[in-house]
């Protein structure tokens, strides 16, 4: 009966996202549902997005190994994204009215940026939109009683979502974002109220969470804690900046109002009700002792599911699953569309420049096809990842080689097309460069990927101007005599 209502709620879903996509006349209403919505959908469709598979099974499982500390790459550095961008980004990407974010490393750098950057993006996305069809592949296994095998379930999800995507791009994302994001929100808010009784109230999840010093957040004081610590915490808060995910949604906006503050409340939103996994999974320890401990040990990611299959009523279950989908689905729709959308406008389209704006849309959506069909390989290959992993380890592509040009290119006047090339390179290869060697144990790859990035924007951009001053001859005054 339940997986009977999971396939009435996907084929739900499936024809609201199928109506929105009445409204895509062109690659602007594909790509950034024509820059119509309003504050509220910006709000919505960004929280649902970050709301994802990760959030309701990986972090839960992480809180508990590690407590707040173990979290800091997501939830908070995460959310902290959302409101980094809509209070230094947002506003100027907003007003320069592009389609991607890897059309502004196209006007402000050149050709060569521009396809590098895309390149990063596009790679970002596959652990991202894995760790969602992993998710997918997992619930149609447990509903299922292992009838369904996870990768069959994986390609059902697919299929579920690829359904309206494919057709309504981010019109059908941001309508379906609205109404899953209310599912979300009221099905989760609903358990943890049930759960917190059934441990015999909120005080006493969180009195044990307490004595396992769950709520321990900043690293010990040693130098390798401090770094490693800070360096996770930047992956995601910095790595996401540069993100098409992220930028269709600023740009989606009907004002540069909305545009702005819809992020900034939609990770303030993030951040808080990503609690809500939490308290579940620390209620568990009260109501299924021994089978939780034996869960963290074999799958903490199954938690949950469990709990709610053997604990709750069939009412509870139907909340849980529908919020559980809702937040997988609105994550991998967007997901599926970011990149698909990037290599239309940003690779294809150099190789047929005087292409109609009918032909880029049929090609957008020939690349969702085949972008979800490389997803889904990718994340049957990598079956038995945790879900955190796939989507902690996403962002650092983003964060060594695409996250310096941008904010080089919007807050520093000087920053040159030599210098993002520098950056690009040479963060991207000193990042590979300790994830290679034993470095990396030392000194954390990300941030020393970052850090080159750096220095490579700053030497790129400097040096030619530097030797150009040199070899500039000093002219002597001229004196009129007269």
């Known amino acids: 009966m339940l997986l009977t209502l999971v396939i009435v709620y996907l084929l739900i879903t499936i024809a609201i996202g199928l109506y929105a996509a009445r409204r895509v006349r062109n690659t602007t209403d594909f790509a950034i549902a024509g820059r119509h919505l309003p504050l509220y959908m910006i709000v919505t469709t960004t929280f649902a997005t970050w709301f994802g598979s990760e959030t309701v099974l990986g972090i839960p499982a992480k809180f508990i190994d590690g407590g707040l500390h173990g979290v800091v790459e997501d939830p908070f550095g995460a959310g902290m994204c959302l409101i980094l961008v809509g209070l230094f980004f947002a506003g100027k990407l907003y007003r320069m009215t592009l389609l991607t974010i890897s059309d502004y490393y196209r006007e402000r750098y050149g050709r060569t940026v521009e396809v590098a950057c895309s390149l990063i993006i596009m790679l970002s996305y596959l652990g991202w939109v894995s760790a969602q069809v992993t998710a997918l592949g997992l619930v149609f296994n447990l509903l299922s009683g292992g009838m369904i095998s ?128 939490m308290f579940l999974v620390a209620s ?95 994340a049957i290959r990598m079956q038995g990842t945790s879900i955190y992993e796939l989507v902690s380890g996403a962002y650092q592509v983003p964060l060594v080689g695409a996250f310096v040009p941008l904010v080089c290119g919007l807050y520093w006047q000087r920053a040159s097309t030599q210098g993002a090339v520098a950056s690009v390179v040479l963060g991207i290869g000193v990042w590979l460069l300790f994830m290679a060697m034993p470095w990396g144990e030392a000194f954390p790859a990300q941030l020393a990927g970052v850090l080159a990035s750096f220095v490579g924007m700053i030497a790129g951009s400097l040096a030619p101007q530097w030797v150009q001053n040199r070899r500039t001859p000093h002219r002597p005054l001229a004196v009129d005599l007269a």
Do not use: H
């Not at 800070?230 to 989606?252: E, H, K, N, W, Y």
């Not at 990611?301 to 689905?329: D, N, R, Y």
């Not at 292409?355 to 049929?362: C, F, P, T, V, Y």
């Open 284 to 378: 568990a320890l009260i109501i299924m002792p021994e089978q939780t401990e034996a869960l963290l040990k074999d799958d903490p990611q199954k938690v949950m599911p469990t709990l709610v299959l053997e604990k709750m009523p069939f009412v509870m279950q139907v909340f849980f699953f529908g919020a559980l989908l809702s937040a997988i689905k609105s994550t991998a729709s967007a997901t599926l569309l970011a990149p698909s959308v990037t290599f239309t406008e940003n690779i294809w389209r150099q190789f047929r420049p005087a292409g109609s704006d009918r032909e880029n849309l049929l090609t957008m959506r020939i690349t969702v096809l085949l972008f979800s069909v490389a997803v889904l390989a990718y």
């Open 150 to 277: 996870i990768p069959v379930g994986m390609a059902i999800g697919v299929v579920s979502i690829l359904a309206y995507t494919l057709f309504g791009g981010m019109w059908s994302v941001a309508v379906t974002d609205f109404i899953q994001m209310i599912i979300l929100v009221l099905g989760l808010a609903a358990i943890a109220m049930f759960a917190g009784n059934m441990a015999g109230g909120a005080d006493k999840v969180l009195a044990l969470a307490a004595s396992k010093d769950l709520f321990r957040f900043w690293p010990e004081p040693s130098w390798k804690e401090i770094i490693f610590f800070f360096a996770a915490a930047i992956t995601m808060m910095l790595g996401s900046i540069p993100q098409q995910d992220v930028f269709q949604r600023v740009m989606s906006a009907n004002s540069v109002k909305a545009s702005t503050r819809g992020p900034v409340i939609g990770g303030i939103c993030y951040i808080l009700f990503a609690f809500v996994p």
